[in-house]
């Protein structure tokens, strides 16, 4: 994460079979399988159907946290983006903690590159990192 914007997770997991994605418009109110924020009904939201080891699965994505995961990821596991991205985080800044240098910087490209509700969050991780050195 330091020099681009890729966090490294080592995903290992099998994709799916077979898989269905698209941009819907939610007709009733889902769950982000992400950050568990309410997709209200008019809200875009990304729909993903496939089956992963011979189970079926659905998972509804709100727009913020597809572009924490578009932005910031090659490889993912769903429901796991937020942790990956934070654990990244906090384990470059420890590491910089470790050399009392300063907090890493996430690229500004990649911050403006989100939704304003991905951004925000992002933000508000590296300000809370401000606060703790």
Request: hydrophobic letters at 30%.
């Amino acid at each position: 994460m330091e020099c681009s914007c890729t966090v490294d997770v080592d995903y290992t997991g099998d994709g799916p079979v077979c898989h269905k994605t698209g941009i819907r418009t939610a007709r009733k109110k889902h769950r982000c399988i992400e950050c568990g924020k309410t997709i209200i009904p008019g809200e875009k939201y990304e729909h993903v159907w496939g089956v992963w080891d011979s189970e079926p699965s659905t998972y509804k994505t709100c727009l913020d946290c597809k572009s924490l995961r578009d932005v910031f990821f090659d490889g993912f596991s769903y429901t796991q983006v937020w942790d990956d991205f934070y654990n990244e985080f906090e384990s470059i800044t420890n590491f910089y903690d470790e050399f009392r240098s300063i907090t890493p910087d996430i690229p500004e490209s990649c911050i403006s590159a989100l939704t304003p509700g991905a951004r925000a969050k992002v933000c508000e991780l590296i300000e809370n990192s401000w606060d703790c050195n």
